[in-house]
């Protein structure tokens, strides 16, 4: 499938957005989010089971960010509250179907689908 990711842009500390990842089919197993900040590596933050909707998240953004989907759509939604300044970055959707949370991480053994970055900043 393809992605096509939307919703980034400029918000100021405690403020919200909500990205979303618009699939072009339904042959997908989970679709997550990355986030790639400058002089780290892309971390997996989050991610949604198409089928049952199981959700998992990173600790880093646990209690804050709210993944869902809407099948209809074929898309899946990440909305982002309490942001600080730390979560700035490039954000990155991807479909997959193996995954694990280890450590409060979210790893994926294999992106098979990436969609194109969003940038998110978070400033005042």
């Known amino acids: 499938v393809q992605l096509q990711a939307s919703g980034g842009g400029l918000v100021q500390p405690g403020g919200s957005l909500r990205l979303s990842c618009r699939a072009s089919?339904?042959?997908?197993?989970?679709m997550g989010w990355f986030r790639q900040v400058p002089g780290k590596e892309r971390e997996g933050i989050s991610c949604?089971?198409?089928?049952?909707?199981?959700?998992y998240y990173a600790d880093s953004v646990k209690g804050r960010f709210t993944i869902s989907r809407d099948n209809t759509k074929n898309t899946v939604y990440l909305e982002m509250n309490s942001l600080t300044p730390e979560d700035t970055g490039v954000y990155y959707c991807?479909?997959?179907?193996?995954?694990?949370?280890?450590?409060?991480?979210?790893?994926?053994?294999?992106?098979?689908?990436w969609g194109q970055g969003t940038l998110v900043t978070v400033s005042s």
């Open positions: 949604i089971t198409r089928r049952d909707g199981s959700k």
């Open positions: 089919g339904s042959g997908y197993y989970a």
């Open positions: 991807a479909t997959f179907t193996y995954f694990r949370v280890v450590g409060g991480t979210l790893r994926v053994d294999e992106v098979e689908s």
